[in-house]
Structure formats: C-alpha cells, structure tokens
C-alpha cells in the first residue's frame, strides 16, 4: 500500500528556517511529480511548490518563492522542503503529495497524500 509519511513539523520564531522531510513507500514514486501543499485553520488547502519526477522543474506558490526549496532523492524515496525566512503567515499543516501529472498547482490531481505535519511561527 503506497504510503507518504511527514517530518519534520514543529515550532520556530519568525526568521528562522524549517526542514520538512516526506518518505514515500509501497511504491516507487520515482515517474510522479512530487508536492508539498499546506492548510491553516478555517482556510482551504493550498499549493506550495512541486518538483517534476526528473527534477526538471520545478514551481513554487508566490507566497513562498526564493523563501522555501524543494528537492527529491529518487533513489531514497523522498522529497524535502527547506523553509527559510519562515512568517507567521507560514503557519499551517504541511501535506506531501504525489501526481502522476506534470508540474501540477492543482489539489484535485494529486491522488497520494501523507497525514501531514504542523508548522508553527510565532512572532
């Protein structure tokens, strides 16, 4: 059963940097693209960035472009997202995501989904 589990959650003040870690398993995940996505409290789940399978492209929200970075290890099976310059705005749980698709901002094309991880900045 293909599995994608997160890490690397917690609390930091605004400034400083996170590192979010999603493992993929049951499954090589190694042709999709993958994703990160976020949802703070009463709002909807929203696009953070995606790396293309080959690690071609890559495409970031606005909100977080040349403040976070995604990378992928296709032979470890997994995808990380470096958070730096982190802003209360930040705050939300971090959801790992899996397409088949190309470079995909759009939830609905992402059918693998870990549990999800909290992120916290206090200012």
């Known amino acids: 059963q293909a599995q994608l589990v997160e890490s690397g959650g917690g609390l930091v003040q605004a400034g400083g940097s996170l590192r979010l870690s999603c493992a993929a398993s049951?499954?090589?995940?190694?042709?999709?693209?993958m994703g990160w996505f976020r949802q703070a409290p009463g709002k909807e789940r929203e696009f953070v960035a995606a790396m293309t399978w080959n690690s071609g492209s890559t495409i970031y929200a606005d909100s977080v472009e040349g403040r976070f970075t995604i990378s992928r290890d296709n032979a470890k099976n997994t995808v990380d997202l470096q958070m730096n310059s982190l802003k209360p705005e930040d705050t939300a749980v971090y959801y790992c995501a899996a397409t088949p698709l190309r470079s995909s901002r759009t939830r609905s094309s992402y059918n693998y989904w870990g549990q999800g991880t909290q992120v916290t900045v206090s200012s």
């Open positions: 049951g499954r090589t995940f190694r042709t999709y693209t």
